[in-house]
């Protein structure tokens, strides 16, 4: 069964940072790109990151190019998200993704979810 | 980056009708659409990807259509565990986009 779950979220004030990981398990992480998602508080989703299976390509929205970073371990099924210089706008569910094949761009399963709350 | 425009943003209905949800791209995007659908406190799900190709799993009563710029998800008969808010997703080039979600509550 495939599963993802999050961690590292909570409460950081304005500018401050966080890290947010995603364990992966029950499929072959390393063939596969992965995402980060984020949905504010009663919002709609908007996507954040994605990285491919073999880290040769990564892309960010505009609104968080340049303060966050994502990258991978996969000989620990792992991804994270590197999250500085966060502003209240980054007040989210953040929410690790897996394409459903290969830089395929969309996505078939997805973690629950870790809260990300940015406030003074 | 490419903006999807999705209708309405909320829907009631009984169990049993069928209903319609549309997304308008603001450019060609060929078949590079998927639908998605989101319960309160929960993951999104896949339901459809390249415009009309049913996600393992998923029940035959959803249904999309569309190719270029419109789309539509069709639900042909509502059930009680369908109710939920709906969003589409263009994947064509980055960065990806989302509508705005349609939330399909219970008449």
């Known amino acids: 069964e495939v599963q993802l779950v999050e961690s590292g979220g909570g409460l950081v ?5 966080l890290r947010l990981s995603c364990a992966a398990s029950g499929f072959t992480f ?10 504010a508080p009663g919002k709609g989703l908007e996507w954040v990151s994605s990285i491919s299976s073999s880290s040769s390509y990564i892309y960010y929205a505009d609104s968080v190019k340049g303060r966050f970073t994502i990258s991978r371990d996969n000989a620990k099924n792992s991804l994270y998200l590197q999250m500085n210089s966060l502003r209240a706008e980054d007040t989210a569910v953040y929410y690790c993704a897996r394409d459903h094949h290969d830089q395929s761009y969309y996505f078939d399963y997805w973690g629950q979810g870790t809260l990300v709350t940015v406030s003074s | 980056a490419i903006r999807i425009t999705q209708s309405p943003s909320s829907l009631s209905a009984s169990t049993g009708d069928r209903v319609t949800i549309t997304c308008r791209a603001s450019q060609g995007i060929s078949s590079y659409l998927a639908w998605y659908q989101q319960k309160p406190g929960k993951a999104p799900k896949l339901l459809i990807y390249a415009a009309s190709t049913l996600q393992s799993g998923v029940p035959s009563r959803f249904s999309g259509s569309g190719s270029g710029t419109d789309f539509t998800l069709t639900i042909s008969c509502l059930q009680s565990e369908d109710f939920a808010t709906y ?8 960065p990806q986009t989302f509508g705005q979600g349609t939330k399909l509550e219970i008449k």
């Open chain 2, 87 to 94: 969003y589409c997703q263009q994947y064509y080039s980055y």
């Open chain 1, 13 to 17: 004030k304005p500018g401050g940072s």
């Open chain 1, 30 to 39: 390393s063939s596969y790109s992965m995402n980060w998602v984020r949905q």
